[in-house]
């Protein structure tokens, strides 16, 4: 049945209270923990239908970008063991007109009532296969996913691997953009933001600085409230939340974290936290995004993701005799993780926009090394003691417009190639990345600088990706051929407004 108990789990995305309450191992989804707030068999999902008065079922799939798509059924209609078919040419990225027909296979597991419908709801994920053959659709983000998980088990290296993204996001009270042949512009407002202390109207001061909104109280945090709020529907839709906070930019920016999960499941606990992010805010007038760098001269939003194997229910990360309390295993995942970065951030890093985040001087991680401690460095090893429970690595560079199920599941794979090849990182620097000499720095290796730079490198580099069938070949083309067709080609062709301010006169 649909139930919350109040177990403590272990959390990736707050290190004090990992290290904290790392004396017990983690909880695996249905295991009695908060997270089990879910049918576990089709019988259950009829009986809660039934005995709780549930109105309409919303059937959720993903394509291949990362939005959630749906659409919705009668509660009467809905039988679990029944699949649902769809026109799979009018999802992005997935088929040709001529073979449009996909069927959609309920995922009850990840069942939860909808906080937003006016009448009673119950969103399920569901997996796509193809109608004819009964195969698990290699486009569907979803079950790459699974294939991951089930890739990770093959290899006898690990059983399970944990994910823990923070992913940040802006509140904006408006936001209005437009293209055409003869205009092309944005206009974001915030009345939090640091461009309003000279706006006339109900101005009462205690704007958010430019980079200075780290943990100011309020009345200078706006949002605390809000966060709040969104805090409560978390937690009601079985997200423990451990802390919550105005991030470094002006406008709103926040981060709330949230217990770790394993791969699938992390990914689909991100899809319901933007789904809830978003409602909440739409629900109090505001507007919130998950766009990289919404904001010029002022931080980005990053989704560092935390990350571990473990091996029947024992840590694999840790080793008091390493660095920064590294096994070999953690430092081989690490080196493979660096060493596919340029090809791996075309899928942890998919847009445009995320390369306006990635650039030096707000705080964001684009030197490929590995740190203790160092927000420096795209990879970081937080302190979390002596507890092997606890250690885990933080990957820095990706950001929330990735799709979570093809970011986490590259982010395995690469890590899982470096372990399989025990590939050693550099030596890790732990200075602070950005003070270096010019000369120091010339030898640090950087993140790519542009999307074509990425989509390039995964040309040149996917092979790692396609172990275990978990990526096909046809998903990569797919993926190289549908940035460069409907993200780059089009922005290349428009000019920018601020090629005006530097070339109308010439």
């Known amino acids: 049945m649909l139930e919350k108990s109040h177990l403590p789990k272990v959390g990736h995305a707050c290190a004090t209270a990992l290290a904290a309450t790392a004396a017990s ?11 089990s707030w879910m049918f576990q068999n089709a019988d259950d999902a009829k009986k ?3 005995d709780e008065d549930v109105k309409f079922i919303d059937v959720r799939f993903c394509d291949l970008p990362g939005v959630m798509q749906h659409f919705t059924i009668p509660a009467a209609a809905f039988d679990p063991d029944e699949e649902l078919a769809f026109d799979g040419s009018s999802i992005r990225g997935f088929q040709a007109i001529h073979e449009s027909d996909m069927a959609l296979r309920a995922d009850l597991s990840t069942a939860r009532l909808d906080p937003f419908r006016r009448d009673k709801t119950v969103n399920i994920n569901f997996f796509i296969h193809d109608p004819i053959t009964g195969e698990q659709y290699s486009r569907d983000p979803r079950n790459i996913a699974k294939k991951a998980e089930a890739y990770l088990t093959s290899t006898g290296i690990a059983d399970t691997a944990y ?3 923070e992913a940040e996001f802006y509140v904006f009270d408006s936001v209005r953009f437009a293209t055409s042949a003869n205009e092309g512009f944005y206009h974001i407002d915030s009345e939090a933001g640091a461009w309003n202390t000279g706006a006339v109207e109900d101005n009462r001061g205690y704007k958010v600085r430019y980079k200075g909104g780290y943990f100011p109280a309020p009345p200078v945090d706006h949002f605390a409230d809000l966060r709040a709020e969104i805090s409560l529907e978390l937690d009601r839709a079985g997200l423990q939340v451990e802390r919550q906070h105005h991030e470094v930019g002006t406008a709103g920016q926040a981060e709330i974290n ?4 394993t791969l699938l499941a992390a990914a689909d606990d991100l899809m319901l936290f933007k789904y809830i992010v978003k409602n909440v805010a739409w629900r109090n007038g505001k507007t919130a995004t998950f766009m990289p760098k919404p904001i010029f001269g002022d931080n980005g ?3 560092h993701v935390h990350q571990s194997l473990w091996s ?8 008091e005799q390493g660095y920064a309390g590294l096994s070999d295993t953690a430092r081989y995942y690490i080196g493979g993780i660096l060493k596919h970065a340029p090809s791996l951030l075309a899928f942890t890093n998919p847009t445009v ?3 306006h985040r990635l650039v030096p001087g707000f705080e964001a991680p684009v030197n490929l090394v590995y740190s203790q401690r160092n927000r420096s460095a795209a990879m970081r090893i937080p302190i979390t003691g002596s507890n092997p429970k606890a250690k885990r690595v933080e990957f820095r560079a990706p950001d929330p417009s990735s799709n979570p199920y093809l970011a986490f599941s590259a982010l395995l794979l690469a890590g899982l190639d ?15 990345l950005y003070e270096l000499a010019p000369e120091e720095h010339a030898g640090v290796p950087q993140v790519p600088t542009s999307l074509p730079a990425v989509l390039d490198a995964l040309e040149a580099d996917n092979e790692y990706l396609q172990a275990g069938g978990v990526f096909t070949a046809d998903l990569i083309e797919t993926w190289i051929d549908y940035k460069r067709t409907n993200e780059i080609a089009p922005i290349q062709l428009r000019p920018h407004p601020h090629e005006f301010e530097l070339y109308f006169d010439l």
């Open 25 to 35: 191992p983690p909880h695996r989804p249905g295991d009695g923990s908060r997270r």
């Open 48 to 50: 809660y239908i039934a």
């Open 163 to 165: 994910f823990g993204p």
């Open 258 to 261: 949230y217990k770790f999960n």
């Open 301 to 303: 939003s990053g989704m």
């Open 312 to 319: 029947g229910g024992s840590p694999l990360f840790y080793d």
């Open 353 to 355: 926009n995320s390369y």
């Open 418 to 432: 470096g372990v399989k090849n025990k590939i050693e990182p550099a030596e890790p620097i732990d200075k602070d």
